[in-house]
């Protein structure tokens, strides 16, 4: 299916992190996204200039109407700064999508559900556990998400509400640049793996550095590389 570019007006926009942005999306799709898509959003100056970038989707298939993003500001980001500084609700921006089918999830999938984060790259983790809260809360699934300091934990008030109040879901939070702070490493992986049992998928998100790192250590801990998935954001 070709995708066109069409508009999308901007509903809401609240601070998520000092450095990450959410705004909500009204999007005219005639049928749901899957838990892990993402899009591609347009940017077109007076000058004719335009500028381009891929966001995950971070709510549940299960909003009919709108979608969330959440946008890290950027150091020199030309897309990422207006998002953050410039966009405002009523703002109608240019979208395609959804896009992507190899990085989702469904519920018919089951679990046990493995999902190892890294920075922004939690956020189509974060579509996954919220539809497989509304849609299968039984599914065992454990979120192994590294971040540099409190501050940055992305969505952290509801996962730590999750972690507490949902029976099946477990959530190992990594920070690095805390004191004490640490990355992720075999022991860490190993304890995952242990409260969790061997996942039935693993789904792997951030940095190019991070995804691969995360990626051997699965590997070497026994998870079988093919069910392994993996999604990078930038380098």
């Known amino acids: 299916m070709v995708l066109t570019w069409q508009e999308a007006r901007i509903t809401a926009a609240v601070p998520e992190t000092p450095r990450v ?13 899957r ?3 993402h899009v591609d959003v347009r940017l077109t100056a007076p000058d004719g200039y335009q ?9 549940s298939p299960t909003a009919p109407g709108t979608i969330d993003l959440l946008i890290e500001r950027l ?12 966009a405002e609700p009523g703002d109608a921006i240019e979208l395609r ?12 999938l089951g679990g046990p559900l493995l999902l190892v984060g890294g920075g922004s790259g939690v956020v189509p983790l974060l579509a996954m556990l919220r539809h497989r809260a509304e849609a299968a809360p039984d ?17 952290r008030e509801e ?11 477990r959530l190992r939070l990594v920070l690095t640049r805390a004191p004490g702070g640490r990355r992720i490493d075999a022991d860490i992986v190993g304890a ?14 951030g940095s190019t550095p991070f995804v691969s790192a995360a990626a051997d250590l699965l590997v070497e801990a026994g998870v079988p590389a093919r069910t392994i998935r993996t999604e990078r954001f930038g380098g």
């Open 192 to 205: 995952a793996l242990a409260a969790l049992g061997t996942p039935a998928y693993t789904f792997v998100c």
């Open 97 to 108: 999508g959804p896009i992507g089918g190899a990085f989702v999830w469904d519920p018919g």
């Open 51 to 59: 500028a381009q970038r891929s966001y995950s989707i971070a709510s």
């Open 159 to 169: 996962l730590m509400r999750r972690d507490a109040e949902e029976p099946d879901f």
């Open 21 to 33: 942005r959410r705004l909500t999306l009204a999007v005219g799709w005639s049928e749901p996204f």
């Open 35 to 37: 838990a892990g898509q």
């Open 139 to 155: 599914v065992p699934a454990l979120l192994l998400y590294s971040a540099r300091t409190p501050d940055e934990v992305i969505a």
């Open 75 to 86: 150091d020199d980001g030309e897309v990422s700064g207006f998002f953050s500084d410039v």
